[in-house]
């Protein structure tokens, strides 16, 4: 099923057939083919276990389906929000350790990594921004789990980039390790994805938080979709949508509507 041109959307039986289905949908293997370099970025924001973070298994589906098509190098790259763990401890709570022993992949801590600065004198709230030179480079990915948010309404494939924010900088007013986006969450997330949106978002909902991004009720019954795109903006309306939310709701939707892709 594909409601638009932007999207593929496939029913969940399982990681490895539900996944490729979806991605054979945007002919992601000729995408791949062409690529160097693909950074794959989970949603880690703690230790916590699918579905609040990204399940191992899903990304390991996607490596494969990547090696199948692709002689890229691949690395995981994330930077988690927890108080008080580091990303290295949260990817060995979390399976992701494992995983990339098995695999021979690169784990890559973004709240570590070597930065650039970069400047938009049109924004707001990051005139100028300091990310990390890794995740400016290659083709990206976001990977994350379909979940409503606090303070963001959701957290999807635009969201999961403030894991690209580094904590030297980004640690202000509050615990966790990208607390400065808190008090203007929307428009700090639409201003991070004009600096480096992801070039292809892939979300995970097949099962769904219905209540809260750490916490709460999961989605009766589980939604059981995988949803992909090369535009953010309307994989994340849709992912919305997923969530008994209108695109429309949500300020950081609405911002990039237009700007950075199409909300459907």
Known sequence: M?????LSIEKFVNYQHSLAACLDGISACRVFRRRKLIIIKPNLVNASLFP???????????IEYIRKCSKAKLI????????????GE??????????????GLELVDLNNE???????????VFPDIYLPKIALKGFLISVPVLKRHSLAGVTLSMKNMMGLAPPK????????KKSFFHSRMHRSIFELNLYRKPNLSIIDASVG???YHLGGSTCDPPVNKIVAGYDPVAVDSYGASLLGLSWKEIPHIRMAHGVLGRAC
Do not use: K
């Open 90 to 103: 949260v990817y060995q709570e979390l399976g992701y350790g494992e995983l990339a022993a098995e695999l």
């Open 114 to 124: 070597p930065l650039s600065r970069l400047r938009n004198p049109d924004c707001q």
């Open 169 to 176: 900088h980004y640690q202000q007013g509050g615990c966790w």
């Open 52 to 62: 609040i973070t990204t399940s191992p298994d899903m990304v390991r589906a996607l």
């Open 2 to 6: 594909i409601p638009n041109d932007a």
């Open 76 to 87: 995981i790259a994330e930077g988690c929000g927890d108080a008080r763990l580091d990303t």
């Open 209 to 211: 938080m219905a209540d």
